[in-house]
C-alpha cells in the first residue's frame, strides 16, 4: 500500500513527539538517580563525619576517665563519701571540686562542657558545666548513668539533660580493692557535636529532638526558652542553641510545604539519615539529616540537620539542560531531514508516476495499478473495464492554436473523465493525447461501453479555452476482465486496438472488443 504525504507526516510527527517524550523521561530518570546517588553520597558523609568525631570524642573521653579512675586524691574522696552524712558529702562535693576545678577548665577550653560525678544509687555528686560556677548536685540522672550503675561498664550515647542536650560517655570508677563507687560523665555539648562536623559550605545547621523526649527531662522554663517547635516535623523541637541563625530567611517559608513534610516524614520513619535537595535563588541546597540514637540504642531522639550549597547539583542540573538542549536539536534536526526525505520522495515519486501536465497516473502507475486491480478481482470475482481513449482533432487545435491551447485541452479532458469516475475508478495519461480509464468491480460490458458514451458526449461538447470555441472528439476502445482476457498484456493490446478500429471506423465512437477482431 502507497503511503501518502499525509499519512508519513502524520507518522513521523507522532514518532516523534514519542521519541521526544521518551527521551526526555530517560535524561530526566538519569538525572534523578544521578541526584538520589549524590544525595546518598552526602548522607553517608556526614555519617563518616560524625562516626569521626564521635570517635575523636570519645578517645578523649577514655583518657579523661582514666585519669580520674587513676588519680588517688579522686578514688579516695568517692571512697569517703559511701558513709558519709549530708554535712560530710557537702564538704568532700567542694573539696573534690577545688581539686579539679584547674583541670575542668582545661577541658572546657578543648570542648569537653560537663564533668559530672555520680554515686551507685544513681545520685548525684558532683556536677561541673561552667568553670567559674561552683558545682551542684542535680537530681536528673540519665539513662546512661543508671546503665553504668546497673552493668558496672562503660555506656554512651546522645542524651538530653537539664540545661543541655549532647554525646555522653559514662565511666564506672573502682578504688584499688576493685570496690565499684559509681561513675563520672563525662559530656559534649550540641554545639561541639555540629562544629566538628561542619565546613564552610554549611548555610545552616541545628538540632532536633524528639518533643517527648525533650518535654519529660528538661523544665518547662527552658524548655520555652531553649526549644522552638521545628517547621519540619509536629513531633520534634529545635534547641535553639545549636541553631546557625540562616542568613537565607526565606528558605523556611519555601521548604514549608506539604511535600517537603511528607518527603521529611518518610526520612524519619526510615531510622536511617537521608539527604534533601532544593533550589534557593538558583542555588542548590541540600539539606542532610542524621539520626542520634539513644543511649540504650532501642530508637533514634534526635537528628543532625545540615544545610550545605551544592555545585555539584548545580553542575548536575547544567549537564541535565546541555544533554536536554543537545537532544532536542539532535531530534529536530533528524525530524526535519525526515520531512526533507518525504518531500523528495514524494517529488521524486509524482516524477516518475504522475503525468506532470494533467497530474494523472502516468504509463508507469497505470500498469501497476491494473495490475493491482486484476490481482483483487481475482480474489474477490470482480469484472473490469479497460478503456483506451484518444482524442479525434487534436493535432489541429495544437496546429491552430497553439501548445498551450493544447495543455489547457489535455487538462479539460483529464478533468472531465475524472467527473465521471467513481471513487474506485482510475484514469490515466499514457502520453500525448491517450489516456487509459480502469473500471473495476463493473457489472457487464454495455456499462463500460455505456459510460465510455456519456465522456465521449462530455468531450464532444464545445469548449472556450483562451476565448477561442475548440471541439474534439474521442474515440475509445475496451476490453473485459476475466471475459477478453486474464492476461494484464492482452488486456491492454485489445483496448488499445478497438480504439484504433474506432477511429478506422470513423471516429467518436467505442468499440468493445470481439474475437473476430482479433487478427
Same mark, same amino acid.
Given at each position: 500500500m502507497i503511503q501518502t504525504k499525509k499519512q508519513k507526516i502524520i507518522f513521523h510527527s507522532i514518532l516523534f513527539s514519542t521519541i521526544l517524550y521518551l527521551g526526555i523521561l530517560a535524561i530526566e530518570a538519569f538525572k534523578n538517580s544521578k541526584k538520589e546517588y549524590y544525595l546518598n553520597v552526602q548522607s553517608q558523609l556526614l555519617a563518616v563525619k560524625y562516626k569521626t568525631s564521635y570517635k575523636y570524642f570519645k578517645i578523649m573521653a577514655d583518657d579523661i576517665a582514666l585519669m580520674y579512675g587513676t588519680n588517688k586524691n579522686v578514688i579516695k574522696l568517692l571512697s569517703l563519701v559511701q558513709n558519709a552524712d549530708k554535712t560530710e558529702q557537702a564538704e568532700l562535693r567542694r573539696t573534690l571540686y577545688k581539686k579539679l576545678i584547674k583541670n575542668y577548665k582545661r577541658l572546657n577550653h578543648m570542648g569537653i562542657t560537663q564533668v559530672h560525678f555520680h554515686l551507685p544509687n544513681n545520685k548525684s555528686f558532683l556536677r561541673m558545666y561552667k568553670p567559674e560556677v561552683f558545682g551542684d548536685n542535680v537530681t536528673d540522672i540519665k539513662d546512661a548513668v543508671v546503665l553504668t550503675n546497673q552493668t558496672k561498664t562503660m555506656h554512651s550515647g546522645f542524651e538530653t539533660c537539664l540545661f543541655m542536650a549532647g554525646l555522653r560517655f559514662v565511666y564506672p570508677l573502682f578504688n584499688a580493692k576493685k570496690e565499684y563507687l559509681g561513675c563520672v560523665e563525662i559530656a559534649y555539648s550540641t554545639q561541639e557535636l555540629l562544629k566538628s562536623i561542619q565546613d564552610d559550605f554549611v548555610h545552616d545547621s541545628h538540632i532536633l529532638i524528639s518533643k517527648d523526649i525533650a518535654a519529660g527531662t528538661i523544665v518547662q522554663k527552658e524548655l520555652d526558652y531553649d526549644y522552638k517547635q521545628s517547621w519540619e516535623d509536629a513531633d520534634y523541637l529545635i534547641e535553639t542553641s545549636t541553631h546557625k541563625k540562616i542568613g537565607k530567611k526565606d528558605l523556611y517559608a519555601k521548604l514549608d510545604t506539604p511535600k517537603v513534610h511528607d518527603a521529611i516524614k518518610k526520612g524519619i520513619a526510615s531510622k536511617k539519615p537521608f539527604s534533601l535537595a532544593t533550589e534557593y535563588n538558583y542555588h542548590n541546597i541540600i539539606m542532610t539529616y542524621l539520626p542520634l540514637q539513644s543511649t540504650t540504642k532501642t530508637r533514634n531522639i534526635a537528628y543532625i540537620v545540615v544545610y550545605t550549597e551544592s555545585d555539584y547539583l548545580s553542575n548536575l542540573q547544567l549537564q541535565y539542560n546541555y544533554i536536554l538542549i543537545l537532544f532536542i536539536s539532535v531530534l529536530a534536526l533528524l525530524y526535519l531531514f525526515g520531512f526533507y526525505v518525504i518531500f523528495s520522495q514524494a517529488k521524486l515519486k509524482e516524477l516518475a508516476l504522475y503525468d506532470s501536465l494533467t497530474k494523472l497516473p502516468n504509463r508507469a502507475l497505470f500498469k501497476i495499478e491494473l495490475n493491482n486491480e486484476i490481482n483483487r478481482a481475482m480474489r474477490y470475482e470482480h469484472n473490469i473495464a479497460l478503456l483506451f481513449l484518444d482524442?479525434?482533432?487534436?493535432?489541429?487545435? #495544437?496546429?491552430?492554436?497553439?501548445?498551450?491551447?493544447?495543455? &489547457?485541452?489535455?487538462?479539460?479532458?483529464?478533468?472531465?473523465?475524472?467527473?465521471? *469516475?467513481?471513487?474506485?475508478?482510475?484514469?490515466?495519461?499514457?502520453?500525448?493525447? &491517450?489516456?487509459?480509464?480502469?473500471?473495476?468491480?463493473?457489472?457487464?460490458?454495455?456499462?463500460?461501453?455505456?459510460?465510455?458514451?456519456?465522456?465521449?458526449?462530455?468531450?464532444?461538447?464545445?469548449?472556450?479555452? #483562451?476565448? &477561442?470555441?475548440?471541439?474534439?472528439?474521442? =474515440?475509445?476502445?475496451?476490453?473485459?476482465?476475466?471475459?477478453? =482476457?486474464?492476461?494484464?498484456?492482452?488486456?491492454?493490446?485489445?483496448?488499445?486496438?478497438?480504439?484504433?478500429?474506432?477511429?478506422? #471506423?470513423?471516429?467518436?465512437?467505442?468499440? *468493445?472488443?470481439?474475437?473476430?477482431y482479433n487478427v
Open positions: 482524442l479525434d482533432g487534436f493535432k489541429a487545435v #495544437n496546429d491552430t492554436y497553439g501548445h498551450h491551447t493544447g495543455d &489547457e485541452l489535455l487538462i479539460f479532458v483529464a478533468k472531465t473523465i475524472t467527473s465521471r *469516475l467513481r471513487k474506485n475508478d482510475m484514469v490515466s495519461r499514457l502520453g500525448g493525447d &491517450e489516456f487509459t480509464i480502469i473500471l473495476n468491480d463493473i457489472g457487464t460490458p454495455q456499462q463500460a461501453v455505456e459510460l465510455a458514451e456519456h465522456i465521449i458526449k462530455d468531450i464532444n461538447k464545445e469548449i472556450i479555452l #483562451n476565448h &477561442e470555441v475548440i471541439q474534439v472528439g474521442a =474515440s475509445i476502445g475496451v476490453s473485459m476482465y476475466p471475459k477478453h =482476457s486474464k492476461d494484464i498484456d492482452d488486456l491492454i493490446k485489445y483496448a488499445d486496438k478497438m480504439m484504433y478500429i474506432s477511429k478506422e #471506423n470513423g471516429k467518436n465512437q467505442v468499440t *468493445l472488443y470481439k474475437e473476430e
